[in-house]
């Protein structure tokens, strides 16, 4: 069993209204009384960055961290409607999603692209979340770990040995959103061969970075995942929307 402290992490994609964010972080706060167990972050919409990061300033002793979904690969300038980690960093934000599989898919990111945002994170003390995984078709095809390992390679290469500060999410395509899980044991069998991969890279020190299981994970089949010996935390989509919910899975870890 992998002894770092465990991260669940809460993806809110796009969804919320400041109201409903207000109601929604209030009741996470309010529920999290156990501060010492594990990390939470709660990662979402760049509008919302600043409501969120003032609700976590009220709150006095919150575990709770701010998450951004993407950022841009470029520092400034004329990159309309893109917002760079420098901005990121002046609302509070410690973590940012890289290379979410939505990104990959509806807006076209490559492994380089990924890699260089991943980078730019790094470059800037905001711990990237990068997100590899496989789609249904290529798990049937047995290519899930030329596929993963192929995506972690391209941020293995050009962080060199930044990698030990990273966060990975390994999140099979097919199983976000959808309902369907990967097994405790599927999932920790592709936990491994990141393991491995990171310490080929790093060697020792890739013991301390966080590997996180993406995917359905609910408040029902939480424990079990987080009990993998390479399962280090969550990247928690539906659930996370759910104060309840959330609050059960953080207590799972
Ligand atoms: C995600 O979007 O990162 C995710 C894991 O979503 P869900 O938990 O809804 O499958």
Known sequence: MNSVKKLIAGNWK???SLESNTTLLKSILDGDTRADACDAVVCVPSVYLSQINSLIQDAASSRVRLGAQDLSAHEKGAYTGEISVSMLKEFGVSFVIVGHSERRQFHHETDQLVAIKAE???????????CVG?????????????????????????????????????????AIG????????????????????????????????RILYGGSMNASNAKSLLTQPDIDGGLIGGASLKALDFLSIIACA
């Open 134 to 174: 496989e789609t249904q078709e290529e798990r049937e095809a047995g290519l899930t770990e030329v596929i993963v390992k192929r995506q972690l390679a391209a941020v293995i290469h050009l962080v060199g040995h930044c990698i030990s500060e990273i966060v990975v999410a390994y999140e099979p395509v097919w």
């Open 178 to 209: 959808t309902g369907l899980t990967a097994t405790p044991e599927q999932a920790q069998s592709v936990h491994a061969v990141l393991r491995a991969q990171l310490n080929a890279a790093a060697g020792d020190v890739a013991q301390r970075i």
């Open 14 to 16: 796009m969804n919320g």
């Open 120 to 130: 730019r994170a790094l470059g800037a003390g905001v711990t990237p979340i990068v």
